[in-house]
């Protein structure tokens, strides 16, 4: 039996400790908790609320797939209401439907919303005639719509869902590691686009399929059931941080903070950049550079409840986004009341407020009063809210956003080569590398636990 240590209790060292336990290894998870990471559930305004991600993407296999092995398939909901707005030019607009990561597939559609200029909107049109401009290189998503779109139309609409989603800025975000769907869009011979991605939202077996998922009690009961998971397959939980990986006779040692350590075959580093990057230093010292050089942005999430009479206007979507060249210190806002209806109490609106961005973080040095404040400043000019708020809580996590600057994946191949190379027995994956959102972190721990057993020589 090979004796296996994960570093790292988000989604994706869980999974990777349930995928190494399910190949018969003897695993110590190590982490001082909370397990989860970043996907926490807690107490609000008597209920419960998601602190960071309140859903999965659900076109992807690996989050349903996981949630069906581990029993909570049957607790999936997915958000009531699908449309969207974008604050713009003085006013919440409707986020058009026909679009694939903010590209417009209806440019029609685009000019009914208001979103843009008609000055922006024409810029846009000229995609459909301009050229092909073939990639060789990975470049910033920025690069690419400012090229194809004009400026309007990537600050008012890519980069505010785009770059939200990462809590970046599209003109620094790598293309092909952000959003590869329009990596592909633009490597796929078609000059145009606006029609590459047409062609790529047609594809798409069945359009009116839910986009996310979420498990009914918040996204905490999915790190909560694989804990419940790991333990009964024996998994061993130490509750402190890991100070040192060294070599030693036949595997490796993992020196605790307390002073103890851990003695296994292999180890799995699904940790931050910046901890993976100390663990691994001392045998692997260019993937520990490459991994330190990661850059993250902080981000905080205001959550509140407020009584419906408090909001002058009809909650139409879940919400809306922010563009950045707006100004606001609110880059979105979710109106989780009407995107989950179960949540929430009667007569009380529920909004969650996301505040800092990559390169904008002037916001998040205001103290918790500070940052209400400011939040409520915004959500009165854009969403009419009039209510003082019943009760409200500010979430902060400094530094959680990896950014993908251009040329990452392959820095990314460079890392894994040189543990590969230098420190066998290695593992080291997460959030930082391949991809963020629950998906692709469980699809990254299941991968480095793979790659883990098949070092091992399989015999587990």
């Not at 009479?309 to 879940?318: M, P």
């Not at 922010?322 to 989950?340: D, H, L, N």
């Amino acid at each position: 039996m090979s004796r296996v240590a994960v570093v790292g209790g988000g989604i994706t060292g869980l999974v990777a400790a349930r995928t190494l336990a399910l190949a018969g290894a003897d695993v110590t998870l190590v982490d001082p908790g909370p397990l989860g990471g970043k996907v926490q559930t807690s107490a609000f305004d008597g209920g419960t609320l998601d602190e960071a991600a309140d859903a999965f993407l659900a076109r992807v296999p690996e989050g349903v797939e996981l949630c069906r092995e581990l029993g909570l398939e049957g607790e999936l909901v997915s958000p009531a209401a699908r449309r969207a707005h974008v604050w713009s030019r003085g006013a919440l607009r409707p986020l058009p439907e026909a679009q694939l990561l903010g590209v417009p597939t209806d440019l029609d559609e685009l000019a009914a919303s208001g979103i843009v200029s008609p000055e922006g909107l024409e810029r846009a049109r000229l995609d459909l005639t301009l050229p092909g401009s073939p990639l060789h290189d990975d470049v910033s998503i920025g690069a690419v719509m400012r090229a194809r779109l004009g400026d309007e139309v990537t600050e008012r609409l890519v980069d505010p869902l785009v770059g939200g989603i990462n809590a970046g800025d599209t003109d620094r975000l790598s293309l092909a590691a952000t959003v590869p769907q329009l990596d592909a869009a633009v490597r796929s011979g078609v000059a145009s686009l606006v029609e590459a991605c047409r062609a790529k939202r047609a594809s798409v077996a069945d359009p009116a399929a839910p986009v996310f998922y979420a498990p009914r009690r918040g996204m905490g009961a999915l790190p909560a059931a694989l804990a419940a998971d790991l333990d009964a397959r024996g998994v061993a939980f130490v509750t402190e941080t890991a100070e040192a990986l060294a070599k030693s006779v036949g595997g490796w040692q993992l020196r605790l903070t307390s002073g103890g350590a851990v003695d296994v075959d292999g180890v799995v580093l699904a940790a931050p950049a910046g901890v993976s990057a100390r663990l691994v230093g001392p045998q692997a010292p260019t993937a520990a550079e490459l991994l330190e050089a990661i850059p993250y942005a902080s981000v905080a999430l205001v959550a509140l409840a407020v009584p419906r009479e408090g909001v002058d206007r009809v909650l139409d979507g879940s919400g809306f986004l922010v563009p950045r060249v707006e100004g606001r210190t609110v880059t979105a806002c979710s109106w989780t009341t009407s995107k989950w209806p179960h949540l929430g109490g009667e007569g009380t609106v529920w909004l969650r407020a996301s505040v800092g961005r990559d390169g904008h973080g002037e916001a998040l040095a205001s103290d918790d009063d500070g940052l209400l404040a400011h939040v409520l400043t915004d959500l009165r000019t854009t969403m009419e809210l009039r209510g003082a708020p019943t009760e409200a809580r500010v979430t902060r996590w400094p530094s959680s956003f990896p950014q993908y600057r251009p040329g990452h994946l392959d820095r990314v191949d460079a890392i894994d080569a040189d543990v590969q190379a230098r420190a066998v027995g290695i593992e080291v994956a997460g959030a930082a590398l391949r991809g963020l959102g629950v998906p692709a972190c469980i699809r990254q721990g299941a991968a480095a636990a793979h790659r883990l057993l098949a070092t091992l020589g399989g015999s587990t």
